[in-house]
């Protein structure tokens, strides 16, 4: 008898049932060979079938589906020996024996099979180890296990869904649920057919995020088509895998019933990550979308093997950038934000453009022309509201920028540094995007210049679209009619009235020409001017040719006074105080931001002089001043700048400290009887001078007479912040003179500021009425006063106890002196029956003394304070109570330098 050959290094590809395997083998320079086998000797119940053409598609046997189980579970993925024992004629399918292990005691697969119970004894058997076959058998049915189990034999058949009748319907039911199944078969790389579990219902699934060379039939495979499907094949099929369905590719109700699914494969492992590595697949736009985990994953692995050029990047040719690797990433200060995708970021000394890569901005209407930039800005619907929006959250602020491409200079734009940049670990593309204020710039499948976040962008704007934001809101935008009164004298002549009589208004500087000539947008009147610094001569820069004018070089110190007031002003949100117009057209006046004069800013760096109009200004003393200290330093353009020496008087008074005394007459402080209308803590006040409290009562009378014998209609006054109005103080229901502070949109209340006392109110429209003019010409009677010298407590509880402790001695009478004027209101000395109240609360350890540059005037009242300040230390008073905190910077002692 001749010795059966036994064939070994094959493994188990697939499991069709419980007596059929799939065979491959050593792949050698191509796919490897395949063989099936079935298990001599034994027979499995047949699994149904799906249909096929106009086939009705067939039922299982009784345990058809356990059996098979039961052999993929002990075989699949395995290496196995066989010995072929005879060929069926008619299909020449190959019978045989299989073994799995090695050694001396290899399992026989067939005997397992019945001995388990999940296969039976084949009646003609053609092999000389019938007789053990059949003892197998017997010891099975006995045990009524597998194939014998006669009372489960009627639940032992599948109720399989082999097409959906409603795809979309089944992906609502089970989307973002972590589902079981089993792969069934693989059609290409990227597109599997999976049965779920234990459902049974089989569903064609396309890996969301990638696409794979495609295998149709008839047609000659895509390179590297084979090569992933085995690579595919080899991982997942007839394996327990788990998945999550992402979306459906088409179909519906009375659609197409093999409409595919697109999911990911999470269990054994991430699929798609591992064709993209290998260069198996590449990443789909439309379908990144919809992945359900992140996808930097996908872009990295691909990104990986282009640089590996591997399989479908063999000829790879990265983009050649010119950003060198130390300046892919840097952080600096925004400076400016150019539009509703271009920024200026200062980093160091150098400016640098960037623009947010893989996004635009709102543009026109198709056949609009918007005009210039800085018409559009208001032309282009939402554009305006996507300055605005990274305006407001990056100018001044630190970002971090990672540069993602480079757009080299092209039909005379220059070259574009496009990178992501974050405020925080915000991603300011994903912001915006998000807003509805900018949509996602498309790229090519294959373009590698995008945004690192691409596909995050993807889906801030399909959660856009989904929520109705900004451009995606359909209906008539937004409209910005805007007057430009830039040049137009008699326009700007109409408008100087109000803006005279308004006081300080808010506005927005759009463009610094020089340090002393800006750009300025005033929303409250929705118009666009020139404003000029007042009070000063600042040096001019560079100035380019025009068609009319030469090009000019930049006088000394002119490029420098430019990038200081830029750097201070630009694009930030100031007060103005206009004073007049010139010919031009152009608003004179003061300009201020957080407080801090413009004009007296620039005198005090030494990048301007005080001119001879500033004279007839309230700030010519303090221009004065700062100018003789720039002076005295030898400041920028007084760096040459030597003093005429003249003969000086001797003078018996003391220098006047420059900090504290702006206000104070050198012919002696002034004393005013006062009464306290207000307090906001205790050091800062409002107080009414006794002097004006006739004219006040008098004129409150006259108001309250005239709105009693004439009440306001209800909605027929419109107030408009900064307008002085009367306003009825719920306390007492009378009327008080007010400012309107700010208005809310929403709700339509009003913050007013009732100007003849201090406090403030949130009052309803019915409650606000115009006045005339004749009530509103007289100042507000309630002055804003700071205790000179000292600094209130942080802690909210000593501020309680401070305030008691001011409060019982307000009700003597109380005398004011004047020590300086800030933009804060007045620094005085407050006396209630000669007690001074400042220096009561220093002796008593509820504030600190103000340590002060230099002593002048006031030095005696200073060294008072301090020396109280230090008699409460020593004594442990209140807050000194445990000792010095103000040795000790730490934030738990509630005290910081």
Known sequence: MTTPTVHRGWTVKQVNSGDTIVLKGKPRGGPPPEKTIILSNITAPKLGRRPMGNEEPTQDEPFAWESREFLRKLVIGKE???????????????????????????LCVNEFMVK????????????????????????????????????????????????????????????????????????????????????????????????????????????????????????????????????????GAGGNKNSNFVGSVLVPGNISVFLLRE??????????????????????????????????????????????????????????VV????????????????????????????????????KALYEVPYLFEAREFLRKRLIGKKVNVTVDYVRPPNNGYPERICASVFLGNQNLQEAIVSKGLATVAWH????????????????????????????????????????????????????????????????????VASGSRVRVYIPRETCLATFLLSGISCPRGARPATKTQPATEAEPFGEEALEFIKDQIMQREVEIEVEACDKAGNFIGYLFVDDRNMSLELVKEGFASVHSSAERGKYFDQLSRLESEAKAAKKRVWKDYVEKVEEEKEEDAEVVDSNISEGASRSGPTVEDVVVTHLESCAKLWVQKCSEGQALISLMNQMRSELISNPPLPGSYTPRVNDVCAAIFAEDGAWYRAKVVKIYRDTGLIDVLFIDYGNSATVSPAH??????????????????????????????????????????????????????????LQVSLTSNGVDLANHLLTNGFVEYEVQRNKGRFGTLMSKYEASMNEAKKAHRNRFQYGDFTMDNAKEFGYSK
């Open 80 to 106: 196995i020996s066989f010995v072929v024992e005879y060929t069926i004629p008619n299909t020449g399918r190959d019978c045989g024996l299989v073994y799995l292990g090695s050694g001396d005691n290899p």
């Open 116 to 251: 388990e119970g999940w296969a039976a004894v084949r009646s003609n058997n053609k092999s000389d180890g019938t007789a053990k076959y059949e003892m197998l058998e017997l010891e099975a049915k006995t045990a009524a296990i597998g194939l014998h189990n006669e009372a489960g034999r009627a639940t032992a058949v599948r109720n399989v869904q082999w097409t959906q009748e409603d795809p979309r319907k089944l992906f609502d039911e089970l989307k973002g649920q972590r589902l079981k199944g089993v792969v069934e078969s693989v059609r290409d790389g990227g597109t599997l057919r999976v049965l779920l579990l234990p459902s049974f219902n089989y569903i064609t699934v396309m890996l969301t995020g990638i696409r794979c060379p495609s295998i149709r039939p008839d047609e000659q495979p895509e390179d590297h088509a084979l090569e992933a499907r085995y690579a595919v094949e080899s991982r997942l099929l007839n394996r327990d895998v788990e998945l999550v369905l992402e979306g459906t590719s088409g179909g």
């Open 279 to 336: 260069g198996l697949a590449k990443c789909v736009d439309w379908s990144m979308k919809l992945l359900s985990t992140p996808s930097e994953a996908y872009r990295s692995a691909m990104k990986q093997a282009k640089n590996d050029k591997k399989r479908l990047w063999k000829n790879y040719v990265g983009p050649a950038s010119s950003v060198p690797k130390d300046q892919k990433e840097f952080s600096g200060k925004v400076t400016e």
């Open 339 to 374: 539009n509703g995708e271009t920024i200026v970021v200062k980093v160091g000394s150098v400016y640098k453009r960037v623009t947010l890569s893989s996004i635009r901005q709102p543009r026109p209407v198709e056949g609009q022309d918007a005009g210039p930039p800085s």
């Open 444 to 511: 090519k499948q294959d373009d590698d210049e995008r945004a690192a976040n691409y596909d995050a962008l993807i889906l801030a704007q399909e959660k856009a679209k989904k929520n109705k934001n900004g451009l995606h809101k359909g209906g008539e935008p937004p409209s910005h009619k805007v007057a430009d009164l830039a040049g137009n004298a008699a326009k700007s002549k109409q408008f100087l009235p109000f803006l005279q009589r308004v006081g300080r208004l808010q506005a927005v500087v759009e463009f």
């Open 768 to 825: 606000v009425a115009k006045l005339s003019p004749q009530f509103t010409s007289m100042p507000g009677a309630a002055l804003q006063c700071q205790l000179a010298f000292i600094i209130a407590p942080d802690d909210e509880e000593w501020e309680t106890y401070a305030v008691r402790e001011i409060t019982a001695l307000l009700g003597g009478k109380l005398h004011l002196t004047e020590v300086a004027k800030t933009g804060a209101g």
